[in-house]
């Protein structure tokens, strides 16, 4: 079975992070002939889905896309400058005061990106639920159950962080805004197929420093019906995101299995047209070794990779 370091590749914590539904997006590409495709993630965040395609070789390189400055400069960092990051992220003492020092660095305009990355890496792994302006784990005073350094793991994190940079070949870093991505860079990118989890329509403006409004999702919407590369979307099911992808085929299904979320987290995948889409599991409650099954049987035989023999 899979050690938690190998099934969470990403050093940052995410809200609503989609690490859930790596397995399912596995699946959408043995299905769809996908495998060794360019991977795209325009709302890269903590980029989970796009590290274990990569580790994992569905995909053969990855573009990390994210308009927020904190994580752009985290992804930056982490493949231009790995060693002066790890040992920030092993000499800086975990403690309140700290935390205020890393906050302060978040508001400064003028910071260079090491400064920004291990700022960002910091807090996500101090706050509450890994967003910044969440508050510090265990409190200021520290008296909560938890304390600051609950998710500072350094050795772990370090590895995470140090077998991205020796994957740096095959991944792109970008910091646009996705709908110009979708305009100016996504076509000069071959074999690819598209992953976008934009911010909750509902929820998202809590949690993102980047949020959108209404006509922002409607044009993203727009660019990404127009695509002619394979795709997937995925939101929370409100009708007003429905109606914006008004034709694409679609599933719902929870994130969440606690039966106190049931009714509230309910989320959408759209499809582009034309794609298979794996009907038998939702995408948060793939069974472990299910997609290790159907790879086997979708290998193709010049791969070099142990198949199936016949009869
Ligand atoms: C729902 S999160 C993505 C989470 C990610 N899939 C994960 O599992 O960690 C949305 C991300 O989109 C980014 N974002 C928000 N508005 C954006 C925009 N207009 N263009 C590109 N990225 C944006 C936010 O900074 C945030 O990291």
Known sequence: MATPERRYSSPLRYPGGKGKVASYIKLVMLENDLLGCEYVEPYAGGASVALSLLFERYASHIHINDLNRSVFAFWKTVLGQPDELCR?????SVDV????RQRDIQRQQDVSDLDLAFSTFFLNRTSRSGIIGGGVIGGLDQTGRWKIDARYNVDPLIRRIEKI???R???TVTGRDTADYIRQDLQHVPDAFVYFDPPYYVKGRGLYENYYVHDDHAEVAALVLALEVPWVVSYDATPEIR???????CITYDLH?????R???SEVMFFSSGMDIPR????????????DAQLRFALPSDTGLPTRQPG
């Not at 005061?97 to 205020?100: K, L, N, S, T």
């Not at 038998?280 to 997609?291: K, L, Q, S, T, W």
């Open 165 to 167: 940079a020796r994957h």
């Open 169 to 171: 070949d095959h991944i």
């Open 280 to 291: 038998e599991v939702r995408p948060a409650g793939v069974p472990a070794g299910y997609v």
């Open 257 to 261: 299995y606690s039966a106190a979320d």
């Open 97 to 100: 005061a700290e935390w205020q």
């Open 88 to 92: 920030r992220i092993r000499d800086t």
């Open 263 to 265: 009714s509230s987290g």
């Open 243 to 249: 109606a914006m992808y008004d034709g694409a085929a």
